[in-house]
């Protein structure tokens, strides 16, 4: 492995819905998008929520011979908080720019389908078919994949429509992003406990309070900071990152759950914009 550091950053934090307002600004209101980047012209990002459109912009303010030109982008699902900021990602618009878009099938479709089906009028005025980029298709099947330095495996998760966790190893260091997942489901839990084995760090799906989980939202396809704890513990993990948050919830009531939360688990965090991991 060469010497040089991958970092994990975040983009978005929110599940649902962008909420944008003056009590989320600790730990942002865009919605979920997590990029590793090795610091070259080569990037790699997991789901294009609306935090996806700030990391083009972002590129934009390079010079031009800095910016990066190759992108992987990795679909856990399909449901709109997790794919809206793809069409208004700048390089898609770039012809110089080299696309690769990954993702499992959903309701009998292929990726390609999905968002081809998606991105064009009447839902917007672009079609993703014609962009400059010509973005190319990948199937996930299940199989490792191994691109640069990382190796990219997948297990499945509970969740309508189906939803893909991503363990993204490099070395001996290893991220582990688990969005959209509903606690419950013996065979699943476990298989994403072995997924999640000795992890440096556990992205963990925590929408709902376990309370409000057990009175209101079984069966809504999302856990609670409570199941990411027991997940954490029985994976042995280093770190615990809670993510997906609740739209409706201020940065006090975040920052409330993880003070209780590291009362279980002292190694638990908040995913939060610009949050950066090292890979």
Same mark, same amino acid.
């Given at each position: 492995?060469?010497?040089?550091?991958?970092?994990?950053?975040?983009?978005?934090?929110?599940?649902?819905?962008?909420?944008?307002?003056?009590?989320?600004?600790?730990?942002?209101?865009?919605?979920?998008?997590?990029?590793?980047?090795?610091?070259?012209?080569?990037?790699?990002?997991? #789901?294009?929520?609306?935090?996806?459109?700030?990391?083009?912009?972002? %590129?934009?303010?390079?010079?031009?011979?800095?910016?990066?030109?190759?992108?992987?982008?990795?679909?856990?699902?399909?449901?709109?908080?997790?794919?809206?900021?793809?069409?208004?990602?700048?390089?898609?618009?770039?012809?110089?720019?080299?696309?690769?878009?990954?993702?499992? #099938?959903?309701?009998?479709?292929?990726?390609?389908?999905?968002?081809?089906?998606?991105?064009?009028?009447?839902?917007?005025?672009?079609?993703?078919?014609?962009?400059?980029?010509?973005?190319?298709?990948?199937?996930?099947?299940?199989?490792?994949?191994?691109?640069?330095?990382?190796?990219?495996?997948?297990?499945?998760?509970?969740?309508?429509?189906?939803? %893909?966790?991503?363990?993204?190893?490099?070395?001996?260091?290893?991220?582990?992003?688990?969005? #959209?997942?509903?606690?419950?489901?013996?065979?699943?839990?476990?298989?994403?406990?072995?997924?999640?084995?000795?992890?440096?760090?556990?992205?963990?799906?925590?929408?709902?309070?376990?309370?409000?989980?057990?009175?209101?939202?079984?069966?809504?396809?999302?856990?609670?900071?409570?199941?990411?704890?027991?997940?954490?513990?029985?994976?042995?993990?280093?770190?615990?990152?809670?993510?997906?948050?609740?739209?409706?919830?201020?940065?006090?009531?975040?920052?409330?759950?993880?003070?209780?939360?590291?009362?279980?688990?002292?190694?638990?965090?908040?995913?939060?914009?610009?949050?950066?991991?090292? %890979?």
């Amino acid at each position: 492995m060469e010497n040089h550091k991958y970092i994990a950053r975040f983009w978005g934090a929110r599940g649902t819905i962008p909420c944008p307002s003056s009590d989320k600004l600790r730990f942002g209101g865009n919605t979920s998008c997590l990029q590793i980047d090795p610091g070259g012209s080569e990037q790699f990002i997991f #789901d294009c929520g609306s935090g996806f459109r700030n990391f083009g912009a972002s %590129l934009a303010k390079l010079e031009s011979e800095k910016r990066p030109r190759k992108f992987h982008i990795f679909f856990s699902h399909y449901h709109f908080d997790h794919l809206e900021g793809l069409p208004l990602f700048g390089p898609l618009y770039d012809e110089r720019s080299e696309i690769t878009i990954y993702g499992a #099938d959903s309701c009998g479709l292929q990726v390609q389908q999905i968002l081809e089906r998606l991105i064009r009028p009447p839902y917007f005025p672009v079609t993703l078919a014609d962009v400059p980029s010509q973005p190319q298709y990948v199937q996930l099947t299940g199989d490792p994949i191994q691109l640069a330095e990382l190796k990219i495996s997948t297990a499945p998760l509970n969740h309508p429509d189906g939803c %893909l966790s991503f363990r993204i190893q490099r070395g001996e260091r290893s991220i582990v992003y688990a969005t #959209d997942h509903e606690h419950g489901i013996e065979k699943i839990d476990l298989g994403l406990i072995e997924h999640a084995k000795n992890a440096d760090h556990l992205i963990y799906d925590a929408t709902y309070e376990p309370a409000e989980y057990e009175e209101m939202r079984r069966g809504w396809g999302h856990s609670t900071w409570y199941a990411a704890i027991q997940t954490a513990l029985a994976a042995q993990v280093k770190n615990l990152l809670l993510f997906h948050h609740h739209p409706d919830y201020s940065d006090e009531e975040l920052a409330r759950v993880i003070e209780i939360a590291q009362r279980e688990f002292p190694a638990t965090a908040a995913s939060y914009e610009g949050l950066e991991l090292e %890979l």
